[in-house]
Each structure stands twice: as structure tokens, then as C-alpha cells.
């Protein structure tokens, strides 16, 4: 399958005083019209910065995105605001992304406003939306504080979904929900994903609901993408020594939440990333050289692609133990 989005060598640097910070470096994802990717990560990897980054809501990040098989820098000046129509991002918290004093009605209806849709086209399309992600369609007319937070976050798709995009990005979209809310959108962002065709990168730190609705899972440590693979693989075989220890971490903290780690020392600063391999001062199966040599991100013969040197190119992904 062709990638809808595919990112090469993405870095996003941010100023912390006199620090520089590589939230985000040197990541290469791709994700697929009507493909599930799971990003996952400890608090701090760089997830939320990728996604930003992803659909150009950051100053400064470096490297290529592409776009349908479009660089999107090459993409003139005059056609950028209808490309980043392509791409919508939905937050966390609905509640801060939704203007209170305006009915929701218009707020959906401002996207295909903006492309020139009548107002009575643009509340029509708002009211099935609504429909579509389980609201009443006389919601229109009301305000975002009449509404409970999972219906918020409906709301907020409906939002995204109007534009018309071929990427959703979601961070965190069901962790401020109460439980039943959680499966309900989650279950909801399947269903689109499924009939719209688009792109769905999952942000989340709820390992048991990425593993039920991803296709695939892209592990993040420091900045950096350490393993990605097919969803199954993945939770069976992991090929990173990190994946492994989120993998188990599961089993500890209930799908709930993967920290603490069972991993000596916390994560590092990304001010000051370790030398080499960025895991080897919390990695069980360090060798000597993981201090000074930054491992290669390889293909292994399943498909996945992985950075440790215990891995081989071409290789079936070889069994950890600790
Ligand atoms: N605007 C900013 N200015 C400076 N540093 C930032 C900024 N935003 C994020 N960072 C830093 O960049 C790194 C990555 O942050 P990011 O929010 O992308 O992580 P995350 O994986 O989304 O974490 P979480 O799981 O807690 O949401 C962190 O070290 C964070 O402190
Ligand atoms: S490269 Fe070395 S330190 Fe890094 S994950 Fe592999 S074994 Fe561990
Ligand atoms: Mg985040």
C-alpha cells in the first residue's frame, strides 16, 4: 500500500533558555490511507511534537513530509492552506480547542466555509456530522459547555472530519475521558478511519486500546523512532529492548499506564542525549560499543523496522531475553 504521509528525517529543535532541545530527531513514519498507527512512548519522547510537526503547526522543524507522494515544501505558497486542509490534528482536551461562545454549529461549518461552501451546505454538513459521530443533529445550535467531555471530543471530530482530511492525527484523544467515553471514541475513530479511507496516527499512552485498534506500532525513545511494525509482531516479538520493557510493563500496570518502567534511571534530558545508542544507560542487554556507536535503523525480514545492533538487516527479528 502507497503511504498517504510519509515523513524522512524529520528533527524539531525547540530553546529552553540556553538549552537546545531535539524533541524530534531524525524521524522517518509513514501511515497509509485507512491505516491505524499507534505512537507510543514514555512522557516527553517528542509524540506530541512529531504530530505538530507532521501537520506544519511548528516553526523550525527540518526535513521532508510528503504528501500523496508530494514533498510538501515543493508545494507552492498558494496551494500550503488547502494541503494542511489534508491534515487535522485533534487534541487531548476538546474543551480547549472549541471557542465557548460560539454555537457548535458554526464551528463545525467554519472548514468548508473556508472552501467556499455555502453557510446553509456548510450546517447542513455540520448537523450529519454530528449524526455520524453520535450526536443529535439539533446540537447545531448549542454551546460546548452543554456538553459532556466524550461528547466534546465527538464534537471535535466532527469538527476535523468536515474538512475532509486524508490524515487525522489524535494525541490523546480518550485520556481525559471518563472509561466508557474511552472505548466508545475510540471504537468511533475506527469506524471513520474505515469508511473516510484516511490516515489515523493514535497518540496514546493506553497500551491495551493501541494494541486493540492499531495496525501498526511506532515505538518512540528520546526523539527517536526505535522500532515499528505490525501491531501483532510487535506485542509478540518485540526487536528493541525498549519495546520489550513497555511490552511487559502492560502486563504490570494493568493496559493502564506504562510508568513506572522497569527500567533503571529515568528518561534522560533531551538536552543532553547519551552518546550512541540514546538507550544504552537503561537498557539490559547493553554491550560495549552501545555507548559510542549510534545503532542503524534496519529492515528485518518481517517487514519491521528496528535500531539495535542486536538486530540484523534481512534478518527474522532475533528473541530477548532479560
Ligand atoms: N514549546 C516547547 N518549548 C521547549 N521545549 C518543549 C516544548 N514543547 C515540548 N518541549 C520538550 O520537548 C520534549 C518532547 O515533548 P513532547 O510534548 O513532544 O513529548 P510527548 O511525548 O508528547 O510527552 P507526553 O506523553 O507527556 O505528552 C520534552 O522534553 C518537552 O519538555
Ligand atoms: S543498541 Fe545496545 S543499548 Fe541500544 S537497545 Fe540495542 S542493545 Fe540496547
Ligand atoms: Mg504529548
Not at 32 to 44: C, F, M, N, P, T
Not at 76 to 104: E, T
Not at 211 to 225: E, F, N, P
Request: charged letters at 20%; hydrophobic letters at 40%; proline letters at 6%.
Amino acid at each position: 500500500m502507497k503511504p498517504i504521509v510519509e515523513v524522512k528525517n524529520l528533527s524539531v529543535e525547540y530553546t529552553r533558555g540556553d538549552q537546545k532541545v531535539r524533541a524530534v530527531a531524525g524521524v522517518d513514519l509513514e501511515v497509509s490511507a485507512g491505516e491505524i498507527l499507534g505512537l507510543v512512548g514514555e512522557s516527553g519522547c517528542g509524540k506530541s511534537t512529531l504530530g505538530k510537526a507532521i501537520v506544519g503547526i511548528l516553526q523550525g522543524a527540518e526535513g521532508e513530509v510528503n504528501f500523496d507522494g508530494q514533498q510538501v515544501s515543493k508545494i507552492g505558497r498558494g496551494q500550503r492552506d488547502a494541503h494542511y486542509r489534508n491534515l487535522q490534528m485533534i487534541f487531548q482536551d476538546p474543551y480547549g480547542s472549541l471557542n465557548p461562545r460560539r454555537k457548535i454549529g458554526d464551528q463545525i461549518a467554519d472548514g468548508p466555509r473556508i472552501s467556499g461552501v455555502s453557510k446553509a451546505d456548510a450546517l447542513e454538513k455540520a448537523e450529519s456530522l454530528l449524526e455520524r459521530v453520535g450526536l443529535p443533529r439539533n446540537a447545531v445550535e448549542r454551546y460546548p459547555h452543554q456538553f459532556s467531555g466524550g461528547q466534546r471530543q465527538r464534537i471535535a471530530i466532527a469538527r476535523a472530519l468536515a474538512i475532509s482530511p486524508k490524515v487525522i492525527i489524535a494525541d490523546e484523544p480518550i485520556s481525559a475521558l471518563d472509561t466508557s467515553s474511552q472505548a466508545a471514541v475510540a471504537n468511533l475513530l475506527v469506524n471513520l478511519v474505515e469508511e473516510f479511507q484516511m490516515g489515523l496516527i493514535f497518540i496514546s499512552h493506553d497500551l491495551s486500546i493501541v494494541r486493540r485498534i492499531s495496525d501498526r506500532v511506532a515505538v518512540m525513545y528520546l526523539g527517536k523512532i526505535v522500532e515499528t511494525g505490525k501491531t501483532e509482531e510487535i506485542w509478540n516479538s518485540p526487536a528493541h529492548p525498549y519495546t520489550k520493557a513497555l511490552m511487559s510493563a502492560i502486563t504490570h500496570a494493568d493496559g493502564k499506564a506504562f510508568i513506572p518502567l522497569d527500567l533503571p534511571g529515568d528518561v534522560p534530558n533531551p538536552a543532553y542525549p547519551p552518546s550512541g545508542c540514546r538507550f544504552h544507560p537503561r537498557c539490559p542487554l547493553a554491550q560495549a560499543e552501545c555507548g559510542s556507536s549510534e545503532p542503524v535503523h534496519v529492515s528485518l525480514s518481517d517487514g519491521r523496522k528496528v535500531s539495535c545492533i542486536l538486530q540484523q538487516a534481512g534478518s527474522a527479528p532475533k528473541a530477548l531475553t532479560f
